[in-house]
């Protein structure tokens, strides 16, 4: 009598790009056990001392059920010769089975560079919702009646697995020389500091909302001699001093105006903060007020159904939207800092309205930010910060503002300061997130 000895195949092979698409290949690799599915992955399967090309084919060959093969810009590079050797023995398997090899696409990569083996094959899409597509992914593996493994590993086991290898992932360095964008931005004072009685101009100084800053007798401000002259209709005993050799004054104590002014450059600080402030309203974004009324802090935020580009050439991007029925709105914050050089330090908010366009109160604030705020990536907030820029700056290199006339203007740049570091680092390009976005 004779008896076939059947090896029934039982293990999800996952092949990705090292390292850049391991985030999503070490997450749905973790679902998918979670599922109660046997999975192959090389980036827990592989000891170092192994022989890892023959452990991959034996894997492929003799161990695979099903083949899934994580599209994306990396993975299709055909430099990628242990991906594109993966692929080349999958799809010899495909003989045995026409369904062997699920492509799933997790970026915008061009179809038109995919490589000849998943050509033709119809891919499930992650681009835009991992669980969508986790759904879908699922919803195929049951139709194709894959069985599940009978393991005795937990869930608690699996995740605590998934939860050592994204931290292994997120402290990944590469030798690679990255380019750092940072939230300091160069700015040019205005020339002059004026100092003036304020018996003769705080008043017009209050009317015409120019920042200014008293010290008893006498008001700070960057309003030029020749339009407070307008203004006030008569001449006005004034000093002036160069705005940058004030800022490098070291003296304690400045005799201006028969007035002692204490630490003179951090009164010129708080008055470029001042200016930054009204330079942002006078951009058209609304001052962030919170339940008490006050400006504790100086956060301006977009208007709704704000969108610009980040540079001359690419897609316009949101700077408010949907979210949960409510509004989300991109805010800014400023300030000067003298280190690690002389610059504007930019902050970037979120804050959050009702469908009244009424700002929600604090606790709900909380909760709103860190629900949306943990689908942002470092990634995600340097385009934000890019775009607003850009806006305010209506594309110009430079973002000019004046509390009176050219004669002393301020001009803040568009683009931060850059760092180039000899290493880098790998960065997620998207949120992992299980509920859908609802941003418009």
């Not at 806006?391 to 000019?400: E, L, V």
Request: glycine share 4%.
């Amino acid at each position: 009598m004779f008896y076939e000895v059947i090896s029934l195949k039982d293990t999800i092979f996952i092949s990705h790009a090292t390292p850049d698409d391991n985030e999503f290949a070490a997450w749905l690799a973790t679902k998918l056990e979670l599922c109660g599915y046997k999975v192959w992955i090389d980036l827990k399967s592989l000891d170092p001392s192994d022989d890892f090309w023959l452990k991959i084919d034996n894997a492929i060959r003799n161990e695979s059920v099903k083949f899934i093969f994580v599209m994306s810009k990396a993975s299709v590079d055909t430099s990628r010769t242990g991906v594109q050797k993966e692929l080349a023995v999958a799809d010899k398997m495909r003989k045995q089975d026409n369904n062997f090899i699920i492509p799933v696409r997790i970026d915008n990569v061009s179809y038109d560079n995919l490589p000849i083996e998943v050509l033709r094959l119809n891919a499930i899409d992650f681009s835009d919702n991992w669980a969508a597509g986790l759904k879908k992914l699922i919803e195929f593996l049951n139709k194709e009646n894959i069985m599940k493994a009978k393991t005795k590993t937990t869930s608690e086991e699996i995740l605590s697995r998934w939860y050592q290898i994204k931290s292994s992932i997120n402290s990944q360095i590469t030798d690679k020389e990255d380019v750092y964008y940072s939230n300091l931005f160069s700015i040019e004072m205005p020339e002059y500091l004026y100092i003036y009685p304020a018996v003769q101009v705080e008043n017009v100084l209050k009317v015409k909302y120019i920042p200014y800053k008293k010290i008893r007798k006498v008001v700070l401000t960057f309003a030029c001699n020749k339009c407070i002259t307008e203004w006030c209709g008569t001449n006005i005993d004034f000093y002036r001093i160069k705005t940058i050799d004030a800022m490098a004054e070291q003296n304690e104590n400045v005799e201006i105006l028969d007035q002692i002014i204490n630490r003179i450059s951090r009164n010129i600080v708080n008055l470029l903060n001042w200016n930054i402030s009204e330079l942002f309203f006078s951009k058209g974004l609304r001052r962030f007020k919170g339940n008490d009324q006050k400006r504790s802090r100086r956060v301006y935020y977009f208007p709704k159904n704000t969108k610009s580009k980040r540079a001359i050439s690419g897609r316009e991007k949101n700077l408010s939207g949907k979210y949960k029925e409510k509004n989300w709105h991109y805010g800014i914050s400023a300030y000067c800092t003298q280190f690690p050089t002389f610059g504007v330090i930019i902050r970037g908010h979120l804050i959050f309205t009702d469908s009244q366009d009424r700002e929600l109160s604090d606790s709900s604030q909380i909760t709103a930010r860190r629900s949306k705020g943990k689908r942002f990536y470092n990634k995600e907030w340097k385009e934000l910060l890019q775009t607003a820029m850009y806006y305010i700056s209506n594309g110009s290199d430079y973002i000019y503002y004046t509390n009176c006339c050219e004669l002393n203007a301020m001009y803040l740049s568009q683009q931060p300061e850059k760092f180039v570091s000899k290493l880098g680092y790998l960065e997620p390009e998207r949120i992992v997130g299980e509920v859908e976005d609802t941003d418009e």
